[in-house]
């Protein structure tokens, strides 16, 4: 693709979003999040952003997700961190590249956190979640490795789940050289990353039950916020309830899924994940029920609305090129037949998007396995609530309580 394409399509995006900005019509927001009509401009800049870059996809200006990075690098770059009292360094773990914060001053030892960024496996970075990094620093005198792992569609699984735990191990390993005490270090992660996070504290968990495999190379905590668990179920009912929101709809987790697993064509697959037609019927009557059952998210989390899932269909070749991958548990940790073991966990969702089911089924099966669970649900929540502390009550209080567990824990 021509380099001046992108800043060219930039602007073009760019006018047609302010456009947007005056009509913004069919924009869907949940009326039950915190000051809803206040969010609609960040509704409609996701959902007319998308819709542009698709555009320019279908018009061959190069693959959406590149067109969507560049539009989103220009409207929302990445601010300036103060560093103030802070030590702050780029790093190379085992050949992942890091960034690692701590303190400017500590004495002995200190807990350390591992952040692993969200955006989907396909964006984000560690400049954009460098002010979080701060923050975790600041306010609990940890020391912060935050992960550059490589993204899809152009480094698709496991290339992501390999650079979260090789970076991961590393840390463990070698923790004490930069000021930390690898025995109290919590594994966190947003949305994708907290997928990463999921699937890298289950791998250590299986090593450190091998003889040969110290236990203390694996992390004492995981912290999970708005994760995305699975890959089987695209119809569970917080899918079904936010299909059409616009901040991050049904069609976009799917592509993103797709992407993870597929690489750049993944989204070819989109009709039949989006129907669940990537599951075979004999699937849909085991695997996906056995850990995707929608009775046990209660009563009070299913709409008037809901749809039982038909488990009479399905495509059973292409459930044959998918299986290995879609139920592979580094990929979709809801898959691990058992999560006996594994970190005492903290769980946030929202309850204004897809991702709630996958979270609240987590929390679940991980009591059931004996892993101490704490799951903190927000009412008035959506998925990107999280990045807005300084704008919503809600994310402030979602931040806080992260902060108060992860002080108390470690």
Request: glycine share 6%.
């Amino acid at each position: 693709m021509s380099p001046h394409i992108p800043s060219v399509f930039t602007t073009l995006a760019v006018s047609a979003l302010l456009v947007s900005y005056i009509l913004y019509g069919a924009v869907t927001i949940p009326s039950g999040i915190e000051q809803a009509d206040q969010m609609v401009w960040l509704f409609a800049k996701a959902k007319y952003t998308r819709a542009l870059c698709e555009l320019g996809s279908y018009f061959g200006l190069g693959h959406r997700v590149e067109l969507y990075r560049s539009v989103h690098q220009f409207l929302s770059p990445p601010t300036q961190t103060n560093y103030k009292a802070l030590q702050v360094s780029n790093e190379t773990f085992d050949g992942v590249s890091v960034r690692v914060y701590g303190p400017d001053r500590r004495e002995g030892l200190v807990p350390g956190v591992i952040l692993v960024h969200g955006g989907g496996w396909v964006f984000g970075s560690v400049d954009r979640v460098d002010q979080l990094a701060t923050t975790f620093v600041r306010r609990l005198g940890v020391v912060v490795v935050s992960i550059n792992y490589r993204l899809a569609p152009e480094h698709p699984y496991p290339v992501p789940f390999d650079d979260c735990l090789a970076a991961t191990t590393f840390f463990l390993k070698n923790a004490a050289d930069y000021g930390a005490d690898s025995g109290r270090v919590a594994l966190l992660g947003v949305s994708a990353g907290a997928n990463l996070a999921a699937a890298v504290s289950l791998k250590l968990s299986r090593r450190a039950d091998e003889a040969s495999s110290p236990a203390a190379l694996r992390p004492e905590l995981q912290v999970l916020i708005v994760p995305c668990l699975q890959a089987v179920d695209f119809n569970t009912p917080s899918y079904q309830e936010n299909e059409f929101d616009s901040f991050m709809p049904k069609y976009i987790m799917t592509s993103m899924w797709l992407w993870y697993a597929r690489g750049p064509d993944g989204h070819l697959l989109l009709d039949d994940v989006y129907t669940n037609e990537h599951t075979s019927a004999a699937a849909k009557q085991s695997v996906v029920s056995k850990y995707i059952d929608h009775a046990l998210l209660g009563q009070h989390n299913i709409a008037s609305a809901y749809v039982p899932n038909d488990v009479n269909f399905g495509n059973e070749t292409l459930w044959r090129e998918l299986q290995a991958t879609f139920t592979d548990p580094y990929f979709a940790p809801l898959m691990a037949p058992d999560l006996a073991g594994v970190p005492e966990t903290y769980i946030a969702t929202a309850q204004h998007d897809v991702l709630r089911d996958d979270g609240i089924l987590f929390a679940k099966r991980l009591r059931a396995a004996g892993v101490d669970v704490k799951h903190a649900h927000y009412d008035k929540a959506f998925h990107g609530t999280w990045v807005l502390p300084e704008q919503l009550q809600t994310a402030k209080k979602m931040l806080n309580d992260v902060i108060d567990y992860l002080a108390v824990k470690l």
